[in-house]
């Protein structure tokens, strides 16, 4: 058998017990849903999501005024959708890395870095005060270099962050990245040691559910709100069994269609997918040298990001970032075998020390992507709804700060998240298909060739660099 076939047995083999399910959620610890709103409700805040965005929304409002009447509704269970189903990585980035801050609001970038330390911080801190066990480990993260041109390109932009008083990121050549994690396609790294934590976000999200419960904010699950209009001073929302009347409204739909229509143009879903092994025994981790449980993710277009869990096992995710034409939203979307046998096969190319481990579950989900990759926001119905959408795979930190944004625009009052040029402005819009799925499997495929041809960038994509654009996984 040629050495291709084989590798891609070994890798069909390790699949086989594989569960089509995301390992975070069949956790034992799950809570009971809450039942559907029946009938009529009224509050003076109503929150429509309960993954993060709308957990956290709901929380910071009730800590900032304990007499504000909240009320959240999901369509489904909390935390099932992209919160529980990501791979656990908490960065301080609000802004999807530093580079992407840079390039598109440098001005302000040494502000949205703090306000990043400022909310990492504050979310460490939610997690002991309402004791939140959700296996959070402050271990940071390392952006790896598998070809030698990204090993040039991470040297030059440490030195650049270096040179602009960005000192929390450490550069790591071959030597000294193996005797982190030892695999033969690492040749160096920048190793950012404080600005990321690992969590097991399901946990995290019913955490926030019973932090929210106890703070007296009313959960109705099964509960999805089916369209939105002005009710008096206030604003209506209809359920399949009832209505809801709230002062004010915050949106923390994120994927899902908005309720405010002309922001859905802003977003589309991309369909992410993951591995998660079995646990490995102490000869197989120590095999690989991993002792201090860093989040890693490679440096290629088309990425790989993976990580330990509490007992063991490694996370194994990302790479193909799947498009559905027209933007649908499908069940049948959230497994991808051919991804799957592809993200095996990368896996033991990574990790060939362990031959022979298998993988417990594969699942994916879709990722509420924009233009630039990181939150937008704003308001709608005269300042009584607020919004926020577009966290692009990083909103695990991130929905934190954008739920403080959220409350601060239903506030009506200037504040410091609310001057910054990032809350103010908006990404560029998708086009209306065909054009999206031309332009998009356009720049994945460049993409691809990019990577396969030392980092070097075609046409089309400096053509979408100049615009500020571009797409990867």
């Not at 802003?266 to 646990?279: H, K, N, R, S």
């Not at 970032?321 to 933007?327: E, I, K, M, T, W």
Request: aromatic residues 10%; negative net charge.
């Amino acid at each position: 058998m040629a050495p291709a076939a084989m590798r891609r047995t070994t890798a069909a083999q390790s699949l086989a017990e594989a569960r089509p399910v995301s390992f975070w959620l069949e956790d034992p610890g799950k809570p009971e849903t809450r039942p559907a709103l029946t009938g009529e409700e009224t509050c003076d805040l109503l929150v429509i999501g309960g993954g993060y965005s709308g957990l956290w929304t709901a929380l910071l409002a009730k800590e900032r005024d304990p007499q504000r009447d909240v009320v959240l509704i999901e369509g489904h269970e909390v935390g099932w959708a992209a919160s529980g189903r990501n791979g656990g990585f908490c960065a301080a980035s609000l802004t999807h890395g530093l580079a992407n801050g840079l390039a598109r609001w440098p001005g302000e970038i040494q502000q949205l870095e703090q306000l990043g330390e400022e909310n990492l911080d504050a979310i460490e801190e939610a997690v002991t005060r309402y004791g939140i066990d959700c296996d959070f480990e402050r271990t940071g993260e390392i952006d790896v270099a598998t070809q030698p041109h990204q090993v040039d390109e991470l040297r030059e932009f440490h030195t650049e962050i270096s040179e602009r008083g960005f000192t929390g990121v450490e550069f790591l050549d071959r030597d000294a990245i193996r005797a982190e994690v030892d695999s033969p396609t690492f040749l160096g790294g920048l190793y950012d040691r404080r600005g990321v934590a690992m969590l097991h976000p399901a946990k995290l999200a019913w955490g926030l559910k019973r932090a929210c419960l106890d703070l007296g904010v009313r959960i109705y699950e099964r509960t999805r709100g089916l369209d939105l209009a002005a009710s008096g001073a206030g604003m209506a929302v209809r359920t399949p069994y009832g209505r809801i009347r709230a002062r004010h409204v915050a949106l923390g739909t994120n994927i899902f269609p908005s309720l405010v229509k002309r922001v859905r143009p802003y977003t589309v879903p991309v369909y992410d997918y993951a591995l998660m092994t079995e646990p490995l025994t102490a000869d197989q981790l120590a095999s690989i040298g991993w002792k201090n449980r860093q989040g890693l993710g490679d440096s290629a277009n088309q990425f790989h990001y993976f990580r330990l869990t509490a007992d063991h096992r490694i996370l194994w995710g990302g790479y193909d970032a799947v498009y559905p034409y027209g933007g649908r939203l499908s069940a049948d979307l959230d497994h991808g075998p051919d991804t799957y046998l592809k993200l095996a096969e990368h896996f033991f190319t990574c990790f060939p020390q362990l031959a022979g481990v298998g993988f417990s579950h594969a699942w994916g989900g879709a990722i509420d992507t924009c233009t630039r990759f990181s939150a937008f926001f704003g308001t709608a119905h005269g300042g009584r709804v607020s919004y926020a959408a577009g966290y692009t795979g990083l909103g695990v930190g991130a929905t934190r700060f954008g739920a403080d944004v959220m409350l601060d625009l239903l506030s009506g009052v200037r504040t410091e998240r609310t001057a910054l040029e990032m809350v103010r402005t908006k990404p560029l819009p998708f086009p209306p298909e065909p054009f999206a799925w031309a332009g998009i499997g356009l720049t994945k495929w460049s993409l691809a060739r990019s990577d396969a041809q030392g980092g070097r960038r075609n046409l089309w994509l400096k053509s979408m660099d100049k615009l500020g654009l571009g797409f990867d996984s």
